[in-house]
């Protein structure tokens, strides 16, 4: 992946431990931790905000956040929510995993970040990670609040002038073309200079108020294939395996790991993953030792037909680089480029 080169070699090191030294055949590769499901925006394609009033108040405890991630192991933690940045201790929560050498991945809108920079410290161990889901008039729509593209490129110019690490994460619909792919990424690669950018075709979440608009498997191929071409996938700075882009645009396919990126909220760790909600468990090994994975994927349940999310196929590719000593090169060869480009 196109991750700092000592990131890289951390998160190596831990599959190789899993897999050769501890012999398991299932363990995070990273933790997506929700400590709260409300949020200060109504995105479409969202299925997070529609739970209860109740629930949307509630606040996960610290210390409940940080003792998920560390039972789990997971080299990495992805805080999302909701809108991470409304937990009051969201700062605490953060501190706490880096003091405990996690990768800490903070996804956040960026409508609170300039208000909230201060409660963060710049670490190598710490990143921002701005939604950009296009081009200011796109990413206004997508979100449905004008204004919001300026505010989060405004906060991530500051970031960056303050010495924090940042990447974007953007979520593409069939409402998108290769342009508009090749339009955003551009913009964030070459003006905005972001660390890294992460992308994935959208999910049908079940609870989204709009069911219009999500990629089926031929669509996201088509249109990753067209927006990589001329050589674009080489020179954007693209925080994904080689085989996970290649899987994108269909020139490898894979089954599902989901239990490679788990989720943990408030209701507990969620069956089979933070896309589908099948149920909860309190602890990561029973969601690994009671769960039937056999039951999910392609081909075994309609809900995963037309999935290609990074969360389930991103883990698949990493362990699949893992097992070639010529996609392994071709990783680092790949990583140590961009590192250089950047």
């Known amino acids: 992946m196109a991750m700092p080169l000592r990131q890289t070699v951390r998160v190596g090191t831990y599959l190789m431990q899993q897999k050769l030294l501890k012999r398991r055949d299932k363990f995070p590769l990273i933790v997506e931790l929700e400590p709260l499901f409300a949020c200060n925006l109504a995105c479409e394609g969202c299925g997070k905000i529609q ?46 995993l880096v003091e405990r050498r996690k990768y800490v991945f903070l996804c956040t809108n960026a409508l609170l970040l300039r208000k909230k920079m201060d409660k963060f410290k710049p670490s190598p161990y710490f ?21 919001t593209f300026d505010e989060a490129v405004a906060a991530i110019r500051e970031a960056k002038r303050r010495g924090f690490r940042v990447t974007t994460n953007s979520t593409f619909f069939n409402t998108d073309t290769p342009q508009t792919v090749i339009d955003v990424l551009d913009y964030l690669n070459d003006e905005l200079k972001v660390d890294e950018m992460m992308i994935s075709p959208a999910y049908a979440y079940e609870k989204a108020p709009d069911q219009e608009h999500f990629l089926g498997v031929e669509q996201t191929r088509e249109l990753f294939r067209k927006a990589f071409a001329g050589g674009n996938r080489k020179r954007w700075r693209l925080n994904h395996s080689p085989l996970f882009l290649d899987f994108l645009e269909g020139k490898a396919d894979f089954e599902c790991t989901p239990w490679g990126i788990p989720n943990y909220s408030l209701f507990g760790w969620q069956r089979p993953c933070y896309l589908m909600a099948d ?15 056999s ?48």
Request: net charge negative; hydrophobic share 35%; charged share 25%.
């Open 51 to 96: 739970h209860p009033a109740g629930v949307l108040k509630q606040r996960m405890p610290v210390a409940q956040a940080v003792g998920a991630v560390l039972e789990s192991g997971a080299p990495m933690v992805s805080i999302a929510g909701g809108e991470p940045l409304m937990h009051p201790q969201i700062d605490e929560i953060v501190r706490q």
């Open 279 to 293: 149920g909860y468990v309190p602890t990561y090994r029973e969601l690994v030792e009671k769960t039937d994975w």
């Open 295 to 342: 039951k999910y994927g392609r081909g075994k349940d309609p809900r995963c037909e037309n999935c290609m999310a990074h969360c389930g196929y991103e883990p698949t590719a990493v362990l699949a680089t893992m097992g070639s000593l010529q996609q392994s090169l071709r990783a680092i060869t790949e990583t140590v480029s961009s590192s250089r480009g950047h």
């Open 127 to 147: 990143t921002f990670a701005v939604h950009i889901d296009g081009l200011r008039e796109r990413h206004d729509e997508s979100v449905a609040k004008e204004g």
